[in-house]
């Protein structure tokens, strides 16, 4: 463990000014307190008197609304607390601008606050703290965020692989064979994932993997009105949704087009929002139970507070199945025998037998 004669003995300053620096004292150049700081971090040093202080932890977060109930990040920190201040730690929520980032090293701000590790929501990767992270030392759990080869980071999330394997799996039952994916552009770690998870559900269940089925776009309401015409005119009949909030704007957007869902399309999200058992009609979505999230972020935590170099945290992610799924439109099916041979053999299923009916018919 660094101590405050390291710092001194690197900058070349003495123990007082080193001590000045890292306590906020009002008699020292700013220009000198940032390199005490920024020293200090480099080295590894741990500032004890202000932990001892207050045990704090800081959830940052960032493109994630939090303040009400039916916002996305309100259960993750809900969960966090339900764990942590039960056992004395204070919790502050600290949102976070890229431009807070840039001016502040993510060390230097955990330092000056007092903050012993962080619990970080909705970074992208083009965030500055993200480079950051990769050598940092304090612990510190990313959810929906991977970084690898630093034993101070954990991540949490819900397994986007096994959601998408059961989303295309139900859609198969049903008789879809072209299934789209429209999301956001591919600039997070997550949305990465859950697009590399689409196209191996499709790859396992032996569907075309086709770029044409596939949208991506920043904003919600422009790249749904923008691909779902041109999905459809490809032959999808099924899209997967990389957020709720992609497939909520697509049922409206279905809906000012006279398309109804699900008997001219067939609509899956991810997340399970509050409102998509209120949408018209419901919506089936892949689960993450945020409560849940929001407890394992703290876990993973104590885990790196203690010096457990715990990797990843994944939790099931369910299909809740309502009202936006339903069968393959009559006109849109392929021949139905190759079809359901097809899907059949897919899903490990002995297919129906022809009848012999059917087989003198086509012999006539």
């Not at 962080?118 to 993200?130: C, E, K, R, T």
């Not at 490809?234 to 997967?240: D, E, N, P």
């Not at 497939?247 to 991810?270: Q, V």
């Not at 009559?330 to 012999?356: F, R």
Request: charged share 25%.
């Amino acid at each position: 463990m660094a101590t405050i004669n390291d710092i001194a003995e690197k900058l070349g300053v003495s123990k007082s000014t080193v001590s000045k620096g890292l306590n906020n004292a009002t008699d020292i150049s700013e220009e000198m307190r940032k390199k005490i700081l920024e020293t200090a971090v480099e080295l590894g040093y741990t500032n004890k008197r202000l932990q001892k202080k207050e045990k704090k932890l800081c959830i940052l977060i960032e493109n994630m609304d939090f303040e009400t109930p039916n916002q996305f990040g309100y259960e993750l920190i809900l969960g966090f607390k339900q764990m942590a201040e039960p056992e004395g730690w204070v919790v502050d929520v600290v949102p976070m601008t890229m431009e807070f980032q840039r001016l502040n090293p993510y060390g230097v701000f955990m330092m000056q606050q007092g903050y012993q590790a962080a619990f970080v929501l909705g970074f992208s990767l083009l965030d500055p703290w993200m480079q950051e992270f990769r050598t940092t030392r304090f612990p510190t759990v990313l959810y929906d965020n991977y970084m690898k080869e630093n034993p101070h980071i954990a991540s949490v999330g819900c397994d986007s692989q096994e959601g998408f394997d059961l989303a295309v799996k139900h859609l198969m039952r049903l008789g879809h064979t072209k299934i789209g994916l429209i999301s956001g552009p591919l600039d997070s770690y997550i949305l990465k994932a859950r697009y590399h998870a689409y196209i191996n559900a499709m790859s396992k269940y032996g569907l075309e993997v086709n770029e044409d089925y596939i949208g991506l776009g920043y904003y919600v309401s422009e790249s749904t009105r923008t691909h779902i015409p041109r999905l459809l005119e490809k032959g999808v009949t099924a899209i997967l949704f990389s957020h709720d909030v992609r497939a909520i704007s697509a049922l409206t957007e279905c809906s000012d087009r006279d398309l109804r869902i699900p008997e001219d399309l067939s609509i899956i999200g991810f997340d399970d929002l509050p409102m998509t058992a209120y949408t018209d009609p419901p919506l089936t979505t892949i689960r993450q139970d945020r409560i849940s999230l929001g407890k394992c972020g703290y876990y993973a935590l104590t885990c790196l507070l203690n010096k457990v170099p715990i990797g990843s945290i994944l939790l099931r992610a369910p299909l809740i199945v309502r009202k936006s799924t339903g069968p393959v439109p009559p006109e849109k099916s392929v021949l139905k025998i190759k079809a359901s041979e097809s899907i059949s053999a897919a899903l490990g299923k002995p297919s129906a037998p022809t009848s012999k009916r059917s087989k003198s018919k086509t012999a006539k």
